[in-house]
């Protein structure tokens, strides 16, 4: 189970951004770093989870240092060296490789395998600025933006290449759906979650949470009464079928597993839980306090509730 009221352990020497480390994999991670970019005789500086670097060939002199440092937390101290060159050195294949793309952007039949549709945080896109990216609101705190799925990175498409392919955002955004779909397996299992048991599905891509996108086609997935889902970062979707009064057990478990998933990350996508019913998903708001969750449904979810029996 996942601690969502403390920092871990013995890391009182470890930033707030990095907090998930302990000291001694903190000091590891920055080891790894400093090797790297010492090796690539490349200068920098550390920031709040953000390194400034000198002249090089990442294509940006800011890189962000959260997903790789969540990516070695989940891995051993001995993989932190490799982790940390695969994640910089494929920031350099993609930056070569956009220097490419981008002469062909504007030719739709030569990048349409490229275009994807991926799940972020809402307060992505004003991040990117609002202006360069297309995307629509999907459910509470998240959004669906169109992307090009490159090689080694997925960025976004921008309106003004977009506007020159003469499709429209429904007719995109289909395509970038279907190529997820044929390029992305999902593993996809039925567990047991302490007294109840869940829909689990996970992969090592960054499309997981697409499953959302394509419930109607996974009937096992949908109870009498619609769903619980959750979907906390990149790479996993949590689902659970109501059927009974057994929901109210799986909402006070779910809610911190979900939240503490997503903090971990690699990829945080959502700590939130979502109810899912005849194609439409609703926010089941919550919040935490003196360490105990407190739960505001909305006024349909509780007259849901009233109709339930206990389990038989």
């Not at 996993?236 to 057994?246: R, V």
């Given at each position: 189970m996942f601690s969502i009221f403390k920092r871990n352990k013995d890391n009182s020497g470890v930033p707030e951004w990095a907090s998930f480390f302990n000291e001694s994999e903190y000091s590891d991670f920055l080891k790894a770093i400093d090797k790297y970019f010492n090796k690539k005789k490349i200068t920098y500086q550390l920031g709040d989870g953000i390194l400034t670097i000198g002249a090089n060939d990442f294509g940006s002199n800011k890189l962000g240092l959260i997903n790789v440092a969540q990516v070695c937390k989940q891995d051993e101290l001995k993989n932190y060296n490799g982790i940390v060159f695969e994640h910089f050195e494929s920031m350099v294949r993609a930056s070569l490789f956009d220097a490419e793309f981008r002469k062909i952007v504007h030719d739709f039949d030569k990048v349409k395998k490229y275009v994807g549709v991926r799940l972020y945080p809402k307060d992505y896109p004003a991040q990117l600025g609002k202006e360069l990216a297309i995307w629509k609101d999907f459910v509470g705190d998240i959004c669906s933006m169109l992307v090009f799925d490159l090689p080694d990175s997925i960025i976004n498409v921008q309106p003004e290449q977009a506007k020159k392919w003469g499709r429209s955002f429904d007719e995109l955004f289909d395509v970038g759906l279907q190529n997820v779909r044929s390029n992305y397996p999902l593993d996809i299992s039925q567990q047991k979650f302490n007294e109840f048991t869940i829909w689990f599905i996970q992969g090592n891509h960054f499309f997981t949470p697409n499953i959302v996108f394509d419930l109607n086609n996974y009937p096992?997935?949908?109870?009498?009464?619609?769903?619980?889902?959750?979907?906390?970062?990149?790479?996993?979707?949590?689902?659970?079928?109501?059927?009974?009064?057994?929901?109210?057990?799986?909402?006070?478990?779910?809610?911190?597993?979900?939240?503490?998933?997503?903090?971990?990350?690699?990829?945080?996508?959502?700590?939130?839980?979502?109810?899912?019913?005849?194609?439409?998903?609703?926010?089941?708001?919550?919040?935490?306090?003196?360490?105990?969750?407190?739960?505001?449904?909305?006024?349909?979810?509780?007259?849901?509730?009233?109709t339930l029996t206990e389990k038989k």
């Open positions: 096992q997935f949908i109870g009498s009464k619609g769903s619980l889902i959750g979907i906390p970062h990149r790479h996993s979707a949590i689902i659970y079928p109501i059927e009974n009064l057994e929901v109210v057990t799986a909402i006070n478990q779910l809610i911190p597993t979900i939240y503490g998933i997503s903090s971990e990350g690699p990829g945080s996508l959502s700590n939130n839980l979502f109810w899912y019913k005849d194609g439409h998903f609703e926010n089941l708001p919550y919040k935490f306090a003196d360490e105990k969750l407190q739960f505001f449904p909305p006024d349909n979810f509780v007259d849901l509730l009233n």
